[in-house]
């Protein structure tokens, strides 16, 4: 072994901190139903049985509505306990004392969620195409980097919160408000058409929402015409809007992240 | 390479209205072992911590390898190790798990099951942290610290709370370190561990590092203590370098000649044919040691440098 192959890269350090992640959850009975197995029949409900004659777009609205209500329930809870148990074991401190950098650390234990909830969106797409008659997506680009900001989003506001929850116990109720007013984001559990016009277009603004229009358009193209172009390019309000809440949640994580429990020096 | 690896200069820190650092310098040479002692509140974990560039301070000049240990966080890091006061491993991972993930996270770094056969734990390599002792704990997280073969060791309190073989393993592993040229910076309520390990010996109280030399320079100029139970109607006799105290059915004196006061001592309890119960006679401790500066500030002498 040379120094060089060894040494601390960041891509190293993100692989030790998902392995951590990982084998945790593997003793973790609990967590890993909640995390694994909970969502994917939760997707799959939502998204239900085969229902010939259906709209594609309707079918895409209820997919993204799936993905929106595993990132918002599971993903963003089990974010918040993750952050809570390991400042309570102090591990985020003692990692804060070695190589890695802060934001190392954050993504570091968000990414084992993340890759989950990929995996679960993509099987659950795969269900939609096989089972429900969905087209194969035209643009699985935007879709891809709509769920990967919808995630990110969820590791920078669990990150947030965390700093308000003592326990992975307090973690439901912490997480109640944030995971209520992503939930009454039109598109994610509130259905389209059931806001008033106004309140639905201002919501559009929201964190999460442009995710269930970036969903539609990448999946079906621009009012169902064809064209990965026109696809990518209907998509960019969205995913614009979508980093910029992910840029101000990074700030509030700087602001207001804590790195070790407020007990510690009574 | 600079050979002064730690500066620090005024530093003050505090947390909110409590000034928990009130204008401390020290330097600390390379290749050397320095002790910060100090009772609980002391201030020492918020000094290396300072160091180890977990906590911003408020006022004065730090220098961890000629660098500042906030900014320089990066290229220091890669050459220090860090044990801290408690706490930093998950305790549903087990000790080689453990050992593996930090790896990933170390540069250079030893092999797992070297750094888990240093610290005597080749035996509990496939046992959850929360099933191992206060101490095995303890020395998984030394094992941790100098993982990366660091230059620069933070130990705070590495044995606080040990059992007497977890104790002496830490020792052995710390002097084994010193004698590959690792700087170590240790804090410890433990007199005997500074004397047993410490080339140098700063001692805190409140804040403030109240005496610094040699081990037996900062115990040495302190009054040993005889102590016996006090006998029945004969006044205890007076000695040459002590002074007495009666209280509590007990003799005390603060001797600065022990053997000689001793002497005298023995030898009119021989004279009076007395059986002297509860007969002890040791060195001053840390105890003492702080009591004696409490004292010192009290009578509003300045300790300083």
């Known amino acids: 072994m040379t120094g060089t192959v060894t040494e601390g890269t960041l891509w190293r350090q993100l692989a030790a901190l998902f392995r951590m992640e990982m084998l945790l959850l593997r003793r973790n009975m609990t967590s890993a139903v909640l995390i694994v197995l909970l969502p994917l029949i939760i997707g799959a409900a939502r998204l239900g049985g085969s229902d010939v004659g259906a709209d594609p777009s309707t079918v895409v609205d209820r997919t993204a ?11 963003h809870h089990h974010l918040v306990t993750v952050y809570a148990t390991r400042r309570q074991e102090l591990v985020l401190k003692r990692l804060r004392a070695g190589l890695p950098s802060d934001w190392t650390i954050i993504s570091g234990a968000a990414i084992g969620a993340l890759v989950i909830f990929i995996v679960q969106a993509a099987m659950l797409a795969a269900y939609g195409v096989s089972v429900l008659d969905l087209p194969v997506p035209q643009n699985p680009l935007s879709i891809l980097l709509a769920l990967l900001l919808v995630g990110a989003m969820m590791a920078t506001v669990s990150a947030v919160m965390s700093a308000v929850t003592r326990s992975a116990e307090s973690a439901m109720l912490t997480t109640l408000p944030t995971m209520a007013l992503f ?20 919501a559009w603004f929201t964190p999460l929402g442009p995710f ?30 979508m980093i910029g809440w992910l840029a101000l949640t990074m700030l509030m994580v700087q602001r207001w992240f804590r790195w070790e429990p407020r007990t510690q020096r009574a | 390479m600079p050979d002064t690896l730690i500066e620090v200069d005024e530093l003050r820190c505090s947390y909110g209205h409590f000034e928990a650092v009130r204008g401390v310098s020290l330097r600390v040479a390379r290749g050397e072992l320095f002790a910060l002692l100090g009772t609980n509140g002391a201030g020492k974990t918020t000094m290396i911590e300072v160091l180890e ?25 890669r050459r220090t190790g860090v044990m801290l006061q408690d706490g930093g491993v998950s305790g549903q991972l087990t000790v080689r798990e453990t050992v593996d993930v930090w790896r990933g996270l170390t540069a250079r770094p030893h092999e797992s099951a070297e750094v888990i056969e240093l610290v005597g734990l080749d035996r509990r ?17 030394l094992a941790l610290a100098v993982l990366g073969k660091p230059e620069l060791l933070f130990l705070d309190e590495p044995t606080t709370g040990m059992d007497p073989a977890s104790r002496r393993m830490t020792w052995d592993v710390v002097r084994q370190l010193r004698r590959d040229g690792t700087t170590v910076l240790l804090t410890t309520h433990y007199l005997e561990e500074a004397e047993a390990l410490a080339d ?13 030399g040699a081990p037996h320079e900062v115990v040495g100029g302190l009054p040993a203590q005889i102590s016996f139970l006090a006998p029945d109607g004969t006044p ?44 002890t006679a040791r060195a001053a401790s840390l105890e003492d040691v702080l009591i004696d500066i409490a004292e010192t500030d009290a009578t509003g002498r300045e300790a300083s440098l």
């Open chain 2, 200 to 212: 140098r010996v700063a001692i805190m109280h409140m804040g403030r590092i109240a005496t610094t």
């Open chain 2, 236 to 279: 205890p006799p007076t000695l040459p370098h002590a002074t007495v105290v009666v209280g509590e059915g007990r003799v005390t004196y603060q001797s600065s000649d022990l053997q000689a006061d001793l002497t005298q001592l023995l030898r009119w309890a021989s004279d009076s044919g007395l059986d002297l119960a509860g007969l």
């Open chain 1, 65 to 75: 509505s799936a993905f929106g209500l595993i990132a918002v329930i599971f993903v």
């Open chain 2, 125 to 141: 390599m496939q046992v959850a942290v929360e099933q191992l002792s206060g101490g095995e704990r303890r020395r998984l997280e």
């Open chain 2, 53 to 77: 560039g977990l906590q911003r301070p408020r006022g004065g000049r730090v220098r961890v390898l000629g660098m500042d240990p906030i900014r320089n966080r990066k290229p220091i890091r």
């Open chain 1, 183 to 202: 939930l009454l984001t039109p598109g994610v559990l509130v259905p389209y058409g059931a806001l008033p016009a106004t309140v639905e277009k201002a």
């Open chain 1, 212 to 241: 269930g229009d970036v969903i539609r358009v990448g999946w079906l193209g621009v009012d169902g015409e064809s064209g990965l172009v026109s696809s990518l390019v209907g998509t960019l309000p969205g995913i614009a809007v």
